[in-house]
């Protein structure tokens, strides 16, 4: 039995809300083409760093599953067992869905918006804050992703920006203050090496910034 195993993170690509610059949350578009491009150019990288997934987890928005679907077509592993869950969704952004970011920072102010985005602990209202996003990916990570990553298996997660920034802060652990600086870019592999005890060997060292 393997002594360690490999976890890679993946945020859909470019979805149609994306492009338009809106909140998205628990609203269902697809991937533009351009979504589909760095799908594929994410299953390139994985191929070119010798990291093949042997089981992969999902969200239960279409955005995050039509990235997975193109990374099994190009990675050629269409019997890839796979587990979808709504437990890995976006946050809700509530009151925000479907605004444009810049307008919405024009009617609520820049600063208050960047703390509905970033902070841990502010939601904008009728939505989740990160802590509440957490409260539901980590424990469905610790009930059903740890028990693969404990025989040594190459666990591919594919979901979104804040339930992946939950999944981050745990197992790069940053505090509050530092999860603020984090925004996971679409279609990028963070790939982590960890011990099948779930201690973290290997971490990415640098998060990519988005406006």
Known sequence: MTDSATLVLIRHGQSAWNAENRFTGWQDPDLTAKGIDQARQAAAL??????????????????????????????????????????????????????NKDDARAQFGAETVRLWRRSWREAPPEGESLCDTAARVLPYYERMVRPCLTVG??????????????????LSKLDEKAIEAVT??????????????????????????EA
């Open 46 to 99: 994985l191929h070119k760093r010798g990291v093949h997934p042997t089981c992969a987890f999902v969200s239960g928005l279409k955005r995050a599953q039509s990235t997975l679907a193109e990374i099994v077509k190009a990675l050629d592993c269409s019997d890839l067992p796979t587990t979808c869950d709504s437990a890995l969704n976006e946050r809700n952004y509530g009151a925000l869905t479907g605004l």
């Open 153 to 170: 298996a190459v666990v591919l997660v594919v979901a979104h920006g804040n339930s992946l920034r939950a999944l981050v802060m745990q």
């Open 184 to 209: 996971l870019p679409t279609g990028a592999p963070m790939i982590y090496r960890l011990a099948t005890d779930g201690t973290v060997l290997e971490a990415p060292t640098s998060f990519t910034r």
